[in-house]
């Protein structure tokens, strides 16, 4: 790790987003999921894919709010076509030239495993046996909240928001998203995890403490609980991969970036008004959540190898040591770290499910 690549994370090169709204191939007759999908980077994700042409399937509490989410989107669509059509000499409205697809809310709490499960029965009810869901994008999180409440099934808030409640909504979709590969091109199929700058720059050694894993009242510090929160989701990333590789299913990671969203409510003003000159529009982070899907480079050999995407699409250049080992297992000469994080998600889930 070097000060060049933090830097280069929160002053990326300017355009540098190779794969933009712009030029994102049609995405016509496929299915996407996304959490947090009316607001910050998840609205801006939704649009864009909805703009293409996607069924995209919002997954979010509030129904007001994804309903005003989704007709913001179609507005935004509305209004481009009336003004393209107007330059072309054509009656405001007479045509559609945007590929449009569609948006749907499910409601889902994620710190609620319950309406988890209940979000994806909907899910599944919705796209019938002969349904399909190409990429779920877990972009639903919180910033580092003092005195934090904890989850509906009694977990940490952090963890549950950002990471727990993520591997329960994957788990449950893995057996879709799996059938969805069979029968689609090789690799194509993703799951993406946000992770974060701060995953290099505050988390512990091993990227998450032993002693948490224990108990998790032995972390308190909100700063090192949220970065902590997002190197699960890149260890989660690793074990799916390793773990399901014969599914055909690709789990990667990556630090979308810093943006003006609602991530920051529970930031005191003055941090806020600090960071607020270097926070960016959210549509470049759905620029890189873009990369993370689509691009060729990302291919299940990249994800089983732990490799990290960098904001505007981008792969890390080496992550701290430590952090590299932990993906590792002991008998790989890791510390098995990530492998300790994977079970201990998947002990809570069994805990509620029993």
Known sequence: MSLSTIWTQFFPPRNGAPLTEANLPSQAGKVFVVTGGSSGLGYELSRILYGAGGKVYILTRSKDHADEAIARIKAYYDERDNCRAEA?????????????????????????????????????????????????????????????????????????????????????????????????????????????????????????????????????????????????????????????????VVHIAGNPGNYLTNIWRHTPSLLFYVLWPILRDPVHGAETYLWMAFSESVTMNEAVSGRYVMCDGRWHPGQREDIILALRSVEEGGSGRAREYFDWCEARVREFES
């Open 88 to 248: 072309e000499g054509a009656t405001a409205g007479q045509g559609v030239f945007s590929k449009r697809g569609h948006c749907e809310f499910i409601a889902m709490d994620v710190t609620d495993f319950s309406t988890v499960e209940s979000a994806v029965q909907v899910f599944l009810a919705r796209e019938g046996p002969d349904g399909r869901l190409d990429v779920l994008f877990n972009n639903i999180g919180t910033g580092a909240r003092k005195n934090a409440p904890p989850t509906r099934q009694g977990h940490e808030y952090h963890f549950g928001t950002n990471s727990l409640g993520a591997y329960y909504l994957t788990r449950k979709l893995m057996p879709f998203l799996s059938k969805t590969a069979a029968k689609s091109p090789q690799d194509s199929v993703r799951v993406v995890w946000p992770g974060s700058v701060l995953i290099e720059m505050m988390s512990p050694k091993t990227g998450i403490r032993k002693e948490f894993l224990q108990d998790t009242r032995n972390v308190t510090d909100r700063n090192e609980l949220y970065s902590t929160s997002k190197t699960g989701n890149w260890f989660l990333a690793s074990e799916f991969a390793r773990r399901s590789i014969d599914t055909g």
